[in-house]
């Protein structure tokens, strides 16, 4: 059964940076593109970024430039790199398997105060 392990998150003041991890169990990862999503209080869900399995990436506009995306075949881990965060970064960060789209973590909270 995939599984998806989400950590990293905290309280950071505006301007800092976080890196979030996600890891996947299961032997399918090297194959499959990977996405973080996050959840701000009181929207919807959003994609934020993409990569594929060759390491394409892909990134929302409102993170371009200030998040990175990447990836770990050897660990079976996906990281967000966030930096210069702001307040509206505010969210609950998930992982997700764009081919499985019905498999979520618990999600990790990234908090950032002005």
């Known amino acids: 059964q995939v599984q998806l392990v989400e950590s990293g998150g905290g309280l950071v003041q505006a301007g800092e940076s976080l890196r979030l991890s996600c890891v996947a169990s299961g032997s399918f990862f090297s194959d499959n593109a990977m996405a973080w999503y996050r959840q701000a209080p009181g929207k919807q869900r959003e994609v934020v970024a993409t990569i594929g399995s060759g390491g394409r990436t892909g990134y929302a506009d409102s993170v371009k430039g200030r998040y990175t995306i990447s990836r770990e075949n050897a660990k079976n881990t996906v990281y967000l790199q966030m930096n210069s965060l702001k307040p509206e970064d505010t969210a609950v960060y998930y992982c997700?398997?764009?081919?499985?789209?019905?498999?979520w973590g618990k999600g990790t909270l990234v908090t950032v105060s002005s």
């Open positions: 997700n398997i764009p081919s499985r789209p019905n498999i």
